[in-house]
Every structure is written in C-alpha cells, then in structure tokens.
C-alpha cells in the first residue's frame, strides 16, 4: 500500500489558509434567564467562524470593558446610554411579547382590578414597562399599585403561589413558570398592541472603529441572521442546545416559544418605541426626556448596511 504524504509547503498552506478564515474571537454579554438571547447561543455553537464566549451579563460589561458586545432590552440602552454615551444598538435579536400573570383568588378578573394590588417586578426593565402600560390601557395609574421587587426572578413563581405579591409581569419563561405553579388559580393577561420588548445587541463606537472588532462583529451578524432563520424555521431542533444552556427543560421552553418573535435584522420601529419609553425611563433619575434626534445616535444600521447592501433602511 502506497502513504501519500504532503508536501511541507502544501501543509503550511493549508495552515495559513484556515488561519485567514478563523475570525477574531469574541466575547459577549448575555442574560442567561432568557430565552431572547437564543440567536447568540445558536450562533456562538458553530455558525460563526471563531470563538465566541457568552457570560451572563448586559450593557455594565460593555461599558467597563469586559465584553464586545451585550444583549438587553432597549429599555437598558436607554437607561445605561446617558452615562456612556458611545453605547450603539446594531441588532435586534428578538421580539418578546409580556404577560401579567395573576391570583384568580386575589379577586382579580381585569387588569383593572390589579389596582391596590401587589405586583412582583423586576425595577426599572422592560417588563416594568409593560406593566406600567398595560395598566395606563386599562385607566389605571402606575402609582396605583404596589410594585414590589424580587430578585432573582427565578422566585416569581414562588412569590405568588406563597402570596407574596398578588401578580407578576415578567419575561419568558417565567411568566410561563409563574402561570403553572398558580395552575387553576392563574389568570393571564396580554395586550400585544401596549407594548413587545425588543431585545437588542449593543456595542460602542470605540470597538466599532477598530477594523479588527468590526469585522468580528459584521460577521457575527451574519452568523446571526441564520442562527434567527434556523430558530424560525425548525425551533425543535435547536431547543435541546438553548435547555442545556439556559438551564430550562426543552418542555418550558416550547410554551414560552409563542411569546418570541426572531426577525434576523432591526425592527423599523425601534425608535418610535425608544421615543416613547423614554419619557418613562427619565423619571428614573429625574431627567428630562432625549428628543428623537439625540436618541437616533444610539441606532448604528451600518454593520447590517455590510451584511445585506442595499437591504437596511
């Protein structure tokens, strides 16, 4: 039997041409309770062509320095933006659509009768937000109920069913978790028109003008875009990578599926919703609200621009 051996050279060559195709690592921070952050756990498990290392995290690890880029609501960006003001949205990784879950036997049937009532938030995030708008719908006033806090929100669950707090609006799957624990006694509200949250990836202009990082970071994009395309078009097959992940059984992430939206791209309306939350997000710190000219910085389309020329409005 004859061994065909290669060449040195025909080796190194093969070496370098690998080399020139391996992309810059990356790392990005990622909230790992949510099933939102699906597209970059799809896309860091072999759909980008380098090394890419989620941490639990958001925007805070962008701004120290910790990360290249973060997920978060668009509520965190608005928040987190007026301290560091280089922060830049360059994708929307998912649409989440909320839902208050309540106690049937707290004498709640509307949610109007979820004024004098305590609900179970997390402060200050987009499921704040959607309570408060979803409250406003229904002519009742956010000072109207007792916002109580609970962290992590892992306990929500356990916060109704032990009658700590008489309602919950929280994010997938724990409004779904919070829904089963009550079973019988639950009654679950959803107003899709109020408000959907958009779950965004950030980065900064610094990284953003280094060559190196935004070519790691356009092809990250890309990576993106079919990881969402994958999610939408055979969801079952990618669930037993995001349940070892998230540490969520694939059976809760299937419920909590119909409440998430993978779209591959940025939604045309994140401003107009940037806009509006951001009268809300300034009572915070007791600011007055950015107009729609300051917050438009915050909305970098030009990666996307490389991604699908001609594609990007």
Same mark, same amino acid.
């Given at each position: ?19 020139q ?11 790992m309770?949510t ?8 896309a ?10 989620v ?23 608005l ?8 922060l830049? /949205?360059?994708?929307t990784?998912?649409e989440?659509?909320?839902? /208050?879950?309540?106690r049937?036997?707290a004498? /709640?049937k ?11 938030v ?10 408060v ?13 007792t ?13 109704l ?8 609006a ?8 919070s829904?089963a624990a009550?079973?019988?006694?639950a ?8 408000y ?38 055979h ?17 809760? /992430? ?13 939604v045309?309306d ?5 806009v509006e ?10 600011r ?12 970098d ?7 699908t ?5």
């Amino acid at each position: 039997m004859r061994v065909i051996r290669a060449s040195i050279p025909a080796c190194l060559a093969a070496i370098s041409f690998a080399q020139q195709n391996q992309l810059p690592s990356l790392r990005i921070a990622g909230n790992m309770t949510t099933i939102e952050l699906a597209p970059v756990l799809v896309a860091a498990n072999g759909v980008y062509r380098g090394t890419v290392t989620v941490i639990n995290g958001g925007i805070p690890n962008l701004t120290r320095g910790e990360v290249d880029a973060a997920t978060n609501a668009e509520t965190q960006l608005l928040r987190q933006s007026i301290d560091d003001p280089t922060l830049r /949205i360059i994708f929307t990784e998912a649409e989440s659509f909320y839902r /208050i879950v309540a106690r049937r036997s707290a004498g /709640i049937k509307s949610v109007k009768d979820l004024r004098g009532k305590k609900i179970g938030v997390s402060p200050n995030t987009s499921a704040h937000y959607y309570l408060v708008k979803s409250l406003a719908e229904a002519g009742v006033t956010e000072n109207a109920v007792t916002a109580t806090p609970i962290n992590p929100i892992t306990r929500m669950s356990a916060a109704l069913v032990n009658r700590e707090v008489d309602a919950v609006a929280i994010w997938e799957p724990e409004s779904e978790n919070s829904a089963a624990a009550l079973g019988a006694d639950a009654i679950v509200f959803q107003n899709r028109d109020v408000y959907r949250e958009l779950f965004n990836l950030q980065t900064s202009t610094k990284l953003l003008a280094d060559p190196s990082k935004r070519r790691a970071l356009v092809e990250f994009l890309r990576a993106l875009i079919t990881a969402s395309a994958r999610l939408r078009d055979h969801p079952r097959d990618l669930w037993p990578l995001l349940s070892s992940k998230l540490n969520y059984t694939e059976a809760v /992430i299937a419920k909590s599926w119909p409440q998430l939206r993978y779209g591959g791209s940025m939604v045309d309306d994140l401003l107009d919703v940037m806009v509006e939350e951001e009268r809300w997000v300034a009572k915070e710190r007791n600011r007055s609200p950015r107009s729609r000219e300051q917050l438009a910085v915050f909305i970098d389309r030009s990666l996307l621009e490389e991604v699908t020329p001609g594609a990007v409005r």
